[in-house]
Protein backbone atom coordinates (compact mmCIF):
# COMPACT_ATOMS: atom_id res chain seq x y z
CA UNK A 1 0.00 0.00 0.00
CA UNK A 2 1.44 3.67 -0.70
CA UNK A 3 0.28 6.45 0.47
CA UNK A 4 0.59 10.06 -1.32
CA UNK A 5 2.26 13.08 0.48
CA UNK A 6 -0.15 15.43 1.36
CA UNK A 7 0.04 18.74 -0.19
CA UNK A 8 2.27 21.69 0.73
CA UNK A 9 0.35 24.28 2.39
CA UNK A 10 0.35 27.19 0.68
CA UNK A 11 2.82 30.42 2.19
CA UNK A 12 0.89 32.74 4.54
CA UNK A 13 -0.54 36.17 3.23
CA UNK A 14 2.43 38.06 5.34
CA UNK A 15 4.95 35.59 3.52
CA UNK A 16 3.70 36.10 0.23
CA UNK A 17 4.02 40.17 0.57
CA UNK A 18 7.43 39.59 2.24
CA UNK A 19 8.23 37.88 -1.16
CA UNK A 20 6.71 40.24 -3.43
CA UNK A 21 8.65 43.29 -1.76
CA UNK A 22 11.75 41.14 -2.81
CA UNK A 23 13.68 42.17 0.94
CA UNK A 24 17.02 41.07 -1.13
CA UNK A 25 16.80 44.40 -3.16
CA UNK A 26 15.99 46.59 -0.32
CA UNK A 27 19.72 47.39 0.39
CA UNK A 28 19.11 48.86 -2.81
CA UNK A 29 17.51 51.59 -1.33
CA UNK A 30 19.29 51.70 1.66
CA UNK A 31 22.91 51.89 0.95
CA UNK A 32 22.58 55.68 -0.61
CA UNK A 33 20.55 57.12 2.41
CA UNK A 34 23.25 56.18 4.33
CA UNK A 35 26.09 57.39 2.16
CA UNK A 36 24.35 60.62 1.76
CA UNK A 37 23.84 61.04 5.47
CA UNK A 38 27.23 60.39 5.98
CA UNK A 39 28.49 63.07 4.12
CA UNK A 40 26.02 65.46 5.36
CA UNK A 41 27.63 64.29 9.17
CA UNK A 42 30.71 64.98 7.70
CA UNK A 43 30.14 68.42 7.05
CA UNK A 44 28.32 69.01 10.26
CA UNK A 45 24.59 69.16 9.24
CA UNK A 46 23.28 66.15 9.62
CA UNK A 47 19.57 65.81 10.69
CA UNK A 48 18.19 62.37 12.64
CA UNK A 49 14.80 62.97 11.02
CA UNK A 50 15.83 63.88 7.59
CA UNK A 51 18.18 60.61 7.69
CA UNK A 52 14.77 58.29 8.85
CA UNK A 53 12.34 60.08 6.72
CA UNK A 54 14.40 59.36 3.55
CA UNK A 55 14.88 56.08 4.17
CA UNK A 56 11.40 55.18 4.59
CA UNK A 57 10.76 57.15 1.54
CA UNK A 58 13.82 55.22 -0.32
CA UNK A 59 12.50 51.56 0.89
CA UNK A 60 8.74 52.64 -0.47
CA UNK A 61 10.35 53.43 -3.82
CA UNK A 62 11.77 50.54 -3.78
CA UNK A 63 9.17 48.36 -2.81
CA UNK A 64 6.59 50.15 -4.78
CA UNK A 65 9.04 49.66 -8.07
CA UNK A 66 9.22 45.85 -7.06
CA UNK A 67 5.37 45.48 -7.62
CA UNK A 68 4.94 47.22 -10.11
CA UNK A 69 7.47 44.93 -11.90
CA UNK A 70 5.58 41.79 -10.62
CA UNK A 71 2.54 42.93 -11.91
CA UNK A 72 3.94 44.39 -15.32
CA UNK A 73 6.46 41.79 -16.15
CA UNK A 74 3.30 39.33 -15.40
CA UNK A 75 0.80 41.43 -18.02
CA UNK A 76 3.82 41.77 -20.60
CA UNK A 77 4.93 37.64 -20.43
CA UNK A 78 8.29 38.56 -19.09
CA UNK A 79 7.76 36.28 -16.34
CA UNK A 80 6.91 33.22 -17.32
CA UNK A 81 6.89 29.31 -16.17
CA UNK A 82 10.62 28.93 -17.14
CA UNK A 83 12.25 32.03 -15.03
CA UNK A 84 15.47 31.22 -13.63
CA UNK A 85 15.07 33.97 -10.57
CA UNK A 86 13.04 33.33 -6.84
CA UNK A 87 8.92 33.24 -8.23
CA UNK A 88 6.98 36.41 -8.78
CA UNK A 89 3.41 36.40 -7.03
CA UNK A 90 1.33 38.03 -9.91
CA UNK A 91 2.92 35.12 -12.49
CA UNK A 92 2.69 31.89 -10.06
CA UNK A 93 -0.59 33.24 -8.92
CA UNK A 94 0.11 33.95 -5.10
CA UNK A 95 -1.69 37.26 -4.94
CA UNK A 96 -4.39 38.87 -7.48
CA UNK A 97 -2.74 40.88 -10.41
CA UNK A 98 -4.92 44.03 -8.89
CA UNK A 99 -3.73 43.21 -5.81
CA UNK A 100 -0.28 43.99 -6.19
CA UNK A 101 -1.02 46.73 -8.42
CA UNK A 102 -2.84 48.59 -5.37
CA UNK A 103 0.44 47.57 -3.22
CA UNK A 104 2.15 49.16 -5.62
CA UNK A 105 0.45 52.05 -5.60
CA UNK A 106 0.39 52.51 -1.85
CA UNK A 107 4.33 51.85 -1.55
CA UNK A 108 4.34 55.28 -3.81
CA UNK A 109 1.63 56.68 -1.90
CA UNK A 110 3.34 55.98 1.40
CA UNK A 111 7.17 57.72 -0.66
CA UNK A 112 4.86 60.68 -1.27
CA UNK A 113 4.39 60.88 2.36
CA UNK A 114 7.32 61.03 3.86
CA UNK A 115 8.22 63.23 1.30
CA UNK A 116 6.07 66.01 2.56
CA UNK A 117 8.37 66.39 5.60
CA UNK A 118 11.79 66.31 3.40
CA UNK A 119 9.98 69.08 0.95
CA UNK A 120 9.37 70.91 4.13
CA UNK A 121 12.70 70.82 5.42
CA UNK A 122 14.36 71.05 2.13
CA UNK A 123 12.05 73.24 -0.24
CA UNK A 124 10.97 72.44 -3.56
CA UNK A 125 14.30 70.66 -5.05
CA UNK A 126 13.04 67.36 -3.13
CA UNK A 127 9.64 67.75 -4.25
CA UNK A 128 10.93 66.95 -8.06
CA UNK A 129 13.62 64.44 -7.11
CA UNK A 130 10.29 62.39 -5.52
CA UNK A 131 8.05 63.07 -8.32
CA UNK A 132 11.20 62.10 -10.92
CA UNK A 133 11.74 59.01 -8.95
CA UNK A 134 8.16 57.70 -8.29
CA UNK A 135 7.00 57.80 -11.84
CA UNK A 136 10.96 56.54 -13.47
CA UNK A 137 9.61 53.55 -11.11
CA UNK A 138 6.32 52.44 -12.55
CA UNK A 139 7.70 53.40 -15.81
CA UNK A 140 10.39 51.19 -15.59
CA UNK A 141 8.23 48.28 -16.93
CA UNK A 142 5.12 50.36 -17.68
CA UNK A 143 3.75 52.57 -20.23
CA UNK A 144 4.47 52.70 -23.89
CA UNK A 145 7.95 52.98 -23.74
CA UNK A 146 8.79 51.23 -20.54
CA UNK A 147 12.24 51.91 -19.54
CA UNK A 148 12.96 48.10 -18.98
CA UNK A 149 12.40 46.59 -21.80
CA UNK A 150 14.21 49.06 -24.40
CA UNK A 151 17.50 49.42 -22.56
CA UNK A 152 17.30 51.85 -20.40
CA UNK A 153 17.36 49.81 -17.24
CA UNK A 154 20.77 50.03 -16.47
CA UNK A 155 20.61 54.23 -16.91
CA UNK A 156 17.48 54.05 -14.82
CA UNK A 157 19.08 52.11 -12.00
CA UNK A 158 22.60 54.56 -12.38
CA UNK A 159 20.78 57.30 -12.03
CA UNK A 160 17.87 56.91 -9.75
CA UNK A 161 19.17 54.65 -7.23
CA UNK A 162 22.75 55.69 -7.76
CA UNK A 163 23.28 59.68 -8.46
CA UNK A 164 19.44 61.19 -7.43
CA UNK A 165 19.54 58.99 -3.55
CA UNK A 166 22.89 60.20 -2.86
CA UNK A 167 22.79 63.34 -3.84
CA UNK A 168 19.39 63.88 -3.25
CA UNK A 169 19.80 62.56 0.37
CA UNK A 170 23.04 64.98 0.86
CA UNK A 171 20.62 68.15 -0.29
CA UNK A 172 18.01 67.08 1.92
CA UNK A 173 20.65 67.71 4.53
CA UNK A 174 22.45 70.61 4.14
CA UNK A 175 20.27 72.62 1.27
CA UNK A 176 23.00 72.76 -0.78
CA UNK A 177 24.27 70.83 -4.25
CA UNK A 178 27.73 69.76 -3.53
CA UNK A 179 30.40 68.06 -5.38
CA UNK A 180 31.66 65.83 -2.95
CA UNK A 181 27.89 64.32 -3.30
CA UNK A 182 28.34 63.20 -6.70
CA UNK A 183 31.87 61.99 -6.34
CA UNK A 184 30.21 59.88 -3.66
CA UNK A 185 27.50 58.37 -5.19
CA UNK A 186 29.52 57.55 -8.87
CA UNK A 187 30.73 54.42 -6.81
CA UNK A 188 27.29 53.73 -5.33
CA UNK A 189 25.55 54.03 -8.72
CA UNK A 190 27.84 51.54 -10.33
CA UNK A 191 27.46 49.00 -7.72
CA UNK A 192 23.49 48.95 -7.38
CA UNK A 193 23.63 49.00 -11.78
CA UNK A 194 25.89 45.84 -11.28
CA UNK A 195 22.95 44.33 -9.28
CA UNK A 196 20.72 44.45 -12.17
CA UNK A 197 23.20 43.92 -15.20
CA UNK A 198 24.00 40.02 -13.70
CA UNK A 199 19.78 39.94 -13.19
CA UNK A 200 19.19 40.53 -16.78
CA UNK A 201 22.41 38.42 -17.68
CA UNK A 202 20.28 35.74 -15.52
CA UNK A 203 17.43 36.49 -17.38
CA UNK A 204 18.33 37.01 -20.99
CA UNK A 205 17.01 33.84 -22.61
CA UNK A 206 13.90 34.65 -21.24
CA UNK A 207 13.51 37.86 -22.29
CA UNK A 208 14.84 37.51 -25.20
CA UNK A 209 11.68 35.82 -25.65
CA UNK A 210 9.39 38.05 -24.40
CA UNK A 211 10.78 40.97 -26.56
CA UNK A 212 11.93 42.63 -23.17
CA UNK A 213 15.17 43.87 -24.91
CA UNK A 214 17.90 44.42 -22.26
CA UNK A 215 21.26 45.73 -22.84
CA UNK A 216 22.01 41.63 -22.11
CA UNK A 217 19.26 40.90 -24.78
CA UNK A 218 20.37 43.92 -27.32
CA UNK A 219 24.40 43.50 -27.04
CA UNK A 220 24.91 39.97 -25.80
CA UNK A 221 26.14 38.03 -23.18
CA UNK A 222 29.62 38.88 -23.39
CA UNK A 223 28.80 42.40 -23.05
CA UNK A 224 27.01 41.75 -20.56
CA UNK A 225 29.50 39.90 -18.65
CA UNK A 226 32.13 43.06 -19.75
CA UNK A 227 29.72 45.92 -18.30
CA UNK A 228 29.12 44.20 -14.87
CA UNK A 229 33.00 43.94 -14.59
CA UNK A 230 33.45 47.50 -15.83
CA UNK A 231 31.16 48.76 -12.85
CA UNK A 232 32.56 46.46 -10.06
CA UNK A 233 36.18 47.66 -11.24
CA UNK A 234 34.47 51.46 -11.61
CA UNK A 235 33.52 51.75 -8.30
CA UNK A 236 36.67 51.25 -6.87
CA UNK A 237 38.55 53.25 -8.98
CA UNK A 238 36.44 56.03 -8.25
CA UNK A 239 35.99 55.52 -4.50
CA UNK A 240 39.23 57.97 -3.78
CA UNK A 241 37.54 60.86 -5.50
CA UNK A 242 35.50 61.69 -2.53
CA UNK A 243 38.84 61.90 -0.43
CA UNK A 244 41.28 63.91 -3.46
CA UNK A 245 38.80 65.90 -4.62
CA UNK A 246 35.68 66.43 -2.28
CA UNK A 247 38.02 67.08 0.38
CA UNK A 248 36.73 63.73 2.53
CA UNK A 249 38.77 61.30 4.87
CA UNK A 250 40.91 58.73 3.55
CA UNK A 251 38.84 56.67 5.67
CA UNK A 252 36.36 56.18 2.94
CA UNK A 253 38.97 54.07 1.24
CA UNK A 254 37.82 51.34 4.28
CA UNK A 255 35.36 50.34 1.44
CA UNK A 256 38.56 48.91 -0.48
CA UNK A 257 38.66 45.98 2.00
CA UNK A 258 35.56 44.89 -0.52
CA UNK A 259 38.30 44.67 -3.58
CA UNK A 260 38.30 40.48 -2.88
CA UNK A 261 34.52 39.62 -3.36
CA UNK A 262 34.39 41.82 -6.34
CA UNK A 263 37.16 39.92 -8.21
CA UNK A 264 35.51 36.38 -6.90
CA UNK A 265 32.07 37.68 -8.28
CA UNK A 266 33.69 39.00 -11.54
CA UNK A 267 35.19 35.53 -12.04
CA UNK A 268 32.24 33.40 -11.08
CA UNK A 269 29.78 36.02 -13.37
CA UNK A 270 32.21 35.21 -16.33
CA UNK A 271 32.35 31.34 -15.69
CA UNK A 272 28.81 30.79 -14.59
CA UNK A 273 25.24 30.74 -16.76
CA UNK A 274 21.55 30.15 -15.99
CA UNK A 275 20.43 29.79 -12.69
CA UNK A 276 23.92 29.49 -11.03
CA UNK A 277 23.81 33.41 -11.34
CA UNK A 278 21.30 33.70 -8.30
CA UNK A 279 24.37 33.62 -6.22
CA UNK A 280 26.10 36.08 -7.99
CA UNK A 281 23.04 38.24 -7.95
CA UNK A 282 23.07 37.46 -4.06
CA UNK A 283 26.74 38.19 -4.01
CA UNK A 284 26.49 41.58 -5.83
CA UNK A 285 23.67 42.60 -3.84
CA UNK A 286 25.94 41.72 -0.45
CA UNK A 287 28.52 43.77 -1.96
CA UNK A 288 27.20 46.51 -2.64
CA UNK A 289 25.76 46.87 1.24
CA UNK A 290 29.05 45.47 2.84
CA UNK A 291 31.04 48.57 0.26
CA UNK A 292 28.24 50.92 1.22
CA UNK A 293 28.61 50.54 5.50
CA UNK A 294 32.28 50.59 4.97
CA UNK A 295 32.01 53.69 3.29
CA UNK A 296 29.34 55.73 5.15
CA UNK A 297 31.74 54.75 8.33
CA UNK A 298 34.86 56.25 6.52
CA UNK A 299 32.68 59.36 6.05
CA UNK A 300 31.91 59.41 9.77
CA UNK A 301 35.15 58.84 10.60
CA UNK A 302 36.75 62.15 8.87
Known amino acids: MTTKAAPAAPPSRLKVWLMASRPATLPAAVVPVLVGSALAFSAG ?38 RL ?9 LLPAKTVLTGALVSFGLAALCGVYLIVVAGWPILVIGLISIAAGILYTAGPFPLGYNGLGDLFTFVFFGLVAVIGTDY ?14 LPVAMLVTAILVVNNLRDAPTDRKAGKRTLAVIFGERFARSEYAALLIGAFVLLPLAWMWG ?17 NLIDFVNRERGRALNKALAGTARLHLIFGVLFALGLLLG
Open 45 to 82: MFQPLVMLTALLGALFIQIGTNLANDYFDARKGADTSE
Open 247 to 263: GESPFTLLAWLTIPMAL
Open 172 to 185: AHTGQWRWVALWAA
Open 85 to 93: GPPRVTQSG
